[in-house]
């Protein structure tokens, strides 16, 4: 028997009933009938959304504990986002970076003076900024550093995950993401996450950056030990190596700060952005830096059809609008207060451990109880929707307005699983 079969939903909760309903199943099934088997999703069906609640095709409603990897950060259907993106559809969609539109301006500069820096180069996905900032740091080593042609190498961390593009599984240890995928893009020096030693014992004189995640979202959130990121932050600034932070997952709120790194007071020569910039309308990525770094590149010398569209610029400019009060982080703070607490106290009752930095967690559960994709199951028939990771983690990342009540709900959820 099984977590999920064990579990059921108390009665008066918003989501009760079976794992999977006809309806439910014919569609998961159809899915799996003609689509490659990329992902292995949870068997619901979602139809429509709003805050931090989906409801399904069956009428179930769930609290979303994911949040979309953070790129619903401010929930679903933000009626700010929305009303930005419905403005934009009725002027103006898309004209490539061949011409300038009206929002283009405005979303680049708000961006930058968020990041305090001088430059933007918009993309699309998180993946196409952090292959963008590997082509910028590149550059910026042969023609500022004068590194060697070819010759350039970027520091990485164990665990890291960046994207799946063929250069970025390059340099992941994770099997899954690497193993068949070769030959391999060069240039990359694997290290320890959060040993700087280590990094300092990779520099050579043509390293010409240093990638790093603030905090690893898919490893299990891996919160890196204290004084790592400034670490990282004086050595690159010794050296002359760049240092470039993917806030992609842990960025724009969700650990209770802008940014991840302003845990440390580090500042990055490059924030990769992606995810909860395009607030869970549109895809939005962006690379941020001065114009000492991002001016190396000319025109023609890199480029995106859709990157920096006028609807993506629009939605961008609404997910500024919500962070520059600064009221959503320190929500994301005071509600990660919750998080921390009502999980410390299940550490030796269902689950071994957990690190959280503002409502981000990653949870492990005792294996005694099961996988973590059969804990993410349990949770499911409860009413809560969560993802699994490396064995028996599970992540947790909120939507940043969801509310104490219903956040405090789900981590009854947690529990009552987790009790077996």
């Known amino acids: 028997m099984t977590l999920l079969d064990q579990q059921t939903a108390p009665a008066g909760t918003a989501a009760a009933g079976p794992r999977s309903t006809p309806h439910t199943a014919a569609l998961v099934a159809a899915a799996e009938a003609r689509t490659a088997h990329n992902y292995h999703p949870l068997p619901v069906v979602v139809a429509e959304a709003a805050g931090a609640w989906m409801t399904d095709v069956d009428g179930r409603r769930y609290l979303d504990m994911l949040a979309g990897y953070s790129a619903l950060n ?37 961006l930058a ?43 990485v961390m164990s665990g890291n995950f960046h994207g799946r593009t063929t250069t970025i599984v390059s340099f992941s240890d994770d099997p899954d993401a690497h193993d068949g995928f070769g030959p391999f893009t060069p240039g990359f020096t694997l290290v320890p996450y959060g040993d700087l030693a280590a990094v300092e014992a990779a520099l050579t004189p043509r390293t010409v950056a240093v990638l790093v995640e603030p905090i690893q979202g898919e490893a299990g959130v891996i919160i890196p030990p204290a004084g790592y990121l400034r670490g990282l932050r004086d050595l690159c600034t010794r050296e002359s190596v ?70 993506a610029c629009a939605v961008g400019v609404g997910v500024l609008d919500l962070l520059e009060p600064g009221d959503l982080q320190a929500r994301a703070a005071e509600l990660g207060v919750l998080l921390r607490d009502r999980l410390s106290a299940l550490v030796g009752h269902g689950i071994s ?18 996988t973590g994709r059969e804990v993410c199951e349990a949770l499911m028939a409860r009413g809560v929707l969560a993802k699994d990771t490396h064995g028996s983690t599970i992540r947790l990342a909120p939507p940043l307005v969801v509310s104490a009540d219903d956040l405090a709900w789900g981590l009854d959820q947690l529990a009552a699983v987790v009790a077996g």
């Open 74 to 110: 401010f929930g679903h259907a933000h009626p700010t986002l929305v009303a930005a993106a419905q403005a934009q559809l009725d002027r103006l969609t898309l004209t490539s970076r061949a011409f300038v539109h009206d929002r283009f301006a405005e979303f680049t500069a708000r």
């Open 113 to 155: 003076d968020l990041c305090g820096k001088d430059l933007v180069l918009p993309m699309n996905t998180g993946a196409e900024a952090v292959e963008t900032a590997i082509k910028v740091a590149r550059k910026w080593g042969y023609e500022v550093k004068g590194v060697p042609d070819d010759r350039a190498e970027i520091i």
């Open 242 to 311: 760049l240092l470039a932070c993917d806030e992609i997952q842990s960025g724009l709120g969700r650990t209770g700060r802008t940014f991840a790194s302003d845990h440390e007071g580090v500042v990055p020569d490059l924030y990769v952005l992606g995810k909860a910039l395009g607030g869970g309308i549109v895809p939005v990525s962006a690379v941020v830096a001065d114009r000492d770094v991002l001016g190396v590149l000319r025109p023609g010398q890199h480029g995106s059809t859709f990157g920096g569209n006028p609807l």
């Open 353 to 370: 451990g957990f690190r959280s930095r503002g409502l981000w967690a990653g949870v492990d559960v005792d294996p005694a109880l099961g």
